[in-house]
């Protein structure tokens, strides 16, 4: 393991990092989100196994951060000042760690009864309560229109609270085709039906 204590903005580091915290873009191409909070990371390891990186502010962890850190000797670490820390998190109180993993790709099963499509969610924390109730309703996989935020930012990460490690999710999907083309029986929900 190593363990880097960064104090400037220029670090190539913390700029690979405050982009894949903010844009969409930066983690599909490089393929990896960030994830803040004990319990996230630690539903990750044990579906996934260790992070990429673990990243944690200087002096203001909690009990249960450094407990993690330690139990992870092995993978590296960076250390931010606190304010440069709270640039990448996704919450104005974090637990004090944040860990960069790989986005991981999850297979669909080959029937599929229960489907929940997703039209044009654009609040990330509403989005991870969206696939969080599904989990745990049993949904196979979610659909995202093309309108959808994305299911793997930090903040719908937060919101899912380890959903998006059990429920495969397809974004960018024309929801009409795939209605289209679903066996099953189809239920519509609209804000201002009748």
């Known amino acids: 393991m190593s363990f880097k204590h960064i104090i400037s903005r220029d670090n190539p580091v913390f700029k690979q990092l405050k982009r894949i915290a903010e844009n969409t873009r930066d983690r599909k191409r490089e393929g990896v989100t960030l994830l803040d909070g004990v319990h996230l990371i630690e539903a990750y390891i044990q579906i996934f196994g260790e992070p990429e990186l673990l990243i944690i502010p200087e002096g203001k962890s909690t009990h249960e951060a450094i407990a993690l850190v330690q139990q992870l000797q092995e993978v590296n670490t960076v250390m931010f000042p606190t304010l440069m820390f709270s640039e990448l ?12 993993v790989k986005v991981p790709a999850l297979q669909l099963q080959e029937q599929i009864s229960f489907a929940l499509m997703v039209e044009d969610i654009q609040d990330p924390g509403n989005l991870g ?3 969080r109730t599904a989990a745990a309703a049993g949904v ?5 229109s ?9 903040k719908a990460l937060r919101g899912g609270q380890g959903a998006q490690f ?3 999710i397809v974004s ?3 929801l009409a085709q795939v209605v289209l083309t679903f066996d099953g029986l189809s239920y519509a929900l609209a804000m201002h039906g009748e």
């Open 146 to 154: 093309k309108g959808c935020t994305d299911a793997w930012s930090p």
């Open 89 to 100: 998190t996704p919450v104005a109180t974090s637990t004090g760690i944040l860990a960069l």
């Open 166 to 168: 059990v429920l495969p």
């Open 129 to 131: 309560s969206i696939l």
């Open 172 to 174: 960018d999907v024309d």
């Open 140 to 144: 196979q996989v979610v659909y995202l």
